[in-house]
C-alpha cells in the first residue's frame, strides 16, 4: 500500500529515512513531500539569554530546529569557546528537557544532559515540567508554507493516484496541505486513512471534520508504523 508522509526526509546513520524503512517493514510504500519551511527568527535575543544561564531555570529544546537555532547562535556570534569552556557546565548544572529521541540526540551532541524525552509528546512533557519551573519562552523560528508543496502533491497524485494512508506531522503541516490533498482527492478522500502524530495534530485534524484513523502513541518511527499498520488492517484502528 502507498502511504503519503507530510514531512521532511532525514537521514539516519543507515542513509534512509527512519518513517520509511519502518513503513517498510511492514510492506508500506512511503513517500515523503515537505509542507514546511522554516526560517529562524529572534535569534540575536536567542543568542543573549543562552549566555546567561544565571538567569533561567532551565531549556526546553521543543524540536530539532530549536537546537538548530542554539547553534547558530554559538556560531555566529563566536561563543563555541566560551560555551564549551563555561555555558555548558553552567546550563548542565539546571534541567535540560527536550520533546523526543530525536531531539534529544541533537542536544546531547552540544554537551547538554536532556530529561524528559520519553515523556512522548509535548503534552506530556509539559505535565511533567509546568510545576518544577518558572518559564519564558522565545520563538527562535516559524513555519511557512513550503514553495514546492503544491507541485509535488499534483506530482505524486499523477503518478501514484490516491495514497491508502497520509500522516499529517504538524498542525501548520495540515493547514498549508489540505485544501491541495481535498482537490486532488476529490470523493475518493473518504477512502484515505488519515493519520497523526501526536495528540495536537489529531485534534487539528478533528477540527476540520476529518477522521482521525491513527494517532501515534509517541511520535517516532516505530509508533507510527505500528499505528498506521493497524489502521490499514481490515476494521483497524489504533
Keep these: 500500500m502507498k502511504i503519503l508522509l507530510l514531512k521532511d526526509g ?10 520509511i524503512r519502518e513503513l517498510g517493514l511492514y510492506g508500506l510504500e512511503a513517500t515523503l513531500i515537505p509542507v514546511l519551511s522554516f526560517e529562524f527568527l529572534s535569534l540575536p535575543s536567542f543568542s543573549e539569554k543562552l549566555s546567561h544561564p544565571e538567569d533561567y531555570g532551565g531549556l526546553i529544546f521543543t ?27 553552567k546550563w548542565n548544572a539546571k ?37 518544577r519551573i518558572a518559564m519564558e519562552s522565545i520563538t527562535v523560528y516559524q513555519t511557512i508554507p513550503h514553495p514546492g508543496i503544491q507541485g509535488n502533491l499534483n506530482s505524486y497524485y499523477s503518478q501514484q493516484g490516491v495514497p491508502a494512508s497520509i500522516t499529517f506531522f504538524s498542525p501548520s503541516g495540515l493547514t498549508y496541505s ?61
Design 10 to 19: 532525514k537521514e539516519d546513520d543507515c542513509g534512509q529515512d527512519p518513517y
Design 178 to 238: 489540505l485544501k491541495h490533498i481535498q482537490e486532488l482527492s476529490g470523493d475518493n478522500i473518504d477512502q484515505i486513512k488519515f493519520a497523526a502524530i501526536g495528540p495536537t495534530t489529531a485534534r487539528a485534524l478533528a477540527a476540520q471534520g476529518l477522521p482521525v484513523s491513527c494517532t501515534a502513541e509517541s511520535p517516532t518511527p516505530q509508533a507510527l508504523a505500528t499505528g498506521i499498520r493497524k489502521a490499514l488492517q481490515p476494521h483497524g484502528c489504533c
Design 63 to 89: 524540536s530539532p530546529r530549536a537546537v538548530e537555532a542554539a547553534e547558530l547562535c554559538l556560531e555566529k556570534n563566536n561563543k563555541t569557546e566560551v560555551w564549551e569552556r563555561s555555558l555548558k557546565e
Design 95 to 131: 534541567s535540560v528537557y527536550v520533546v523526543g529521541n530525536a531531539t534529544a540526540s541533537l542536544v546531547s551532541k552540544i554537551g547538554l544532559d536532556t530529561e524528559g524525552e520519553t515523556c512522548g509528546n509535548a503534552e506530556k512533557l509539559a505535565e511533567y515540567i509546568c510545576s
